[in-house]
């Protein structure tokens, strides 16, 4: 079976400023790092004004950087050989393409706040493109180096947004706000429950091993595709949705109620998974208020899954196949986490039984033909911090 290693922060900060001495010469003025994340349940309902809770993994991506004394931007990644060297006001919808619109995204974002030129390199332990958030880890780690090397004094909200924008109009990535919120928010132990709706936050205790449980992250290793369209599909359905029924959330709505207004299968669908998520949402808070998780908990997240696989329809055979092994090894429940497509699952399961659910996972992935699954630990981590 294949666990990924989480990476500590020290070989994190090292691996990028590694980079940066090789790639620019001389010593970054900082390094930053943010994580990932996974969600335990509130899932396609972030740009529909639902209820989420995240948190973040111990799987991070670290950014070396100093400032420039002109206004050109260069960025480097361990993660691949393509880098970039632009002026940072020639940044714009489509430039860069590629990686480095995550972060030119993030400098665009924030050029009214006063920023200058910077090179940076980007090292990081989060898989990258696995539904776990490498992408607001990349530039929510970039937006708090360039806010503290400029001095900028705004608060993180304002790196939030920046780093939404950057994915959203730069590099065109049509996503909600949960991944940079819990990059930047999250708090070591804690689940982070985010209301969409009104961007209030709770911090939400989740110690599962003090009941007996345990989460197993799964990487299906089939790369999610998020910008193909689907998650653009899915929130011009909720706006079809909105307009037939004469409202601006379906928040709030009864299920039954909503889909009578409505007389399209797959559109009854979209909004029949909204409704119903948010109130699992809802539920799991209250259970895990309780200091409760395990079979609770877990019948929430395995109908949350039933839901986005048939309602919603953004799961896949590889999700599909986690999630029915992890429930047939004894798993308290399991779900596909992220956009979809691809991506990652979790399971939460007995914690005498984690070794098990993993090999019925791997075994039943090989079996169908499918990638050899990656499992990462999953004890809830801090937020975006400067490292040195
Ligand atoms: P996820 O956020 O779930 O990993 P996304 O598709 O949202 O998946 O973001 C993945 C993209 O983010 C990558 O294709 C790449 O463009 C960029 N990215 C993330 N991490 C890195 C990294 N360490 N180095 C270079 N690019 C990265
Ligand atoms: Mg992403």
Known sequence: ???????????????????????????????????????????????????????????????????????????????????????????????PSGWAAYVAGVAWALQEYGIGGVDVAVHSSVPVGSGLSSSAALECSF???????????????VLIEASIRAENEIAGASTGGMDQNIAMSAQAGHAL??????????????????????????????????????????????????????????????????????????????????????????????????????????????????????DYEVSSPELDSAVDAALRAGAYGARMTGGGFGGSAIALVPSDLIQAAAAEISSSAARSGLPEPTFLSAEPAGSAHRFF
């Open 193 to 310: 429950l985010l209301d969409c709706l009104d961007g209030s936050t709770r911090q939400i205790p989740l110690d599962l091993g003090a009941s007996g449980s345990r989460l197993l992250v799964i990487d299906t290793n089939a790369p999610h595709r998020l910008v193909d369209g689907q998650y653009g599909a899915r929130r011009a359905a909720l706006d079809t949705a909105y307009a037939a029924l004469g409202v601006t959330t379906l928040r709030g709505l009864d299920s039954e109620q909503a889909v009578s207004g409505l007389d399209d299968d797959i559109l009854i669908g979209r909004v029949r998974h909204v409704i119903s998520e948010i109130r699992r949402v809802e539920q799991a808070v209250e259970i895990l208020d309780r200091g409760a998780a395990g079979t609770e908990l877990g019948e929430l997240m395995t109908a949350s899954h039933v839901s986005l696989r048939d």
């Open 143 to 157: 937006a708090l180096a360039l806010s503290e090397l400029f001095d900028l004094q705004v608060e993180r909200k």
């Open 1 to 95: 079976m294949n666990w990924l290693d989480v990476v500590a922060e020290e070989d994190l900060a090292d691996g990028a400023a590694a980079l940066f001495r090789a790639a620019f010469g001389g010593e970054p003025g900082g390094v930053w790092i943010a994580p990932g994340r996974v969600n335990l349940i509130g899932e396609h309902i972030d740009y529909a004004g639902g209820p989420v809770l995240p948190f973040a993994l111990p799987y991070a991506t670290a950014v070396a950087v100093r400032r420039r004394e002109d206004a050109m931007m260069r960025a480097v990644s361990t993660h691949t050989d393509n880098s970039w060297t632009g002026a940072i006001d020639e940044i714009g919808p489509g430039t």
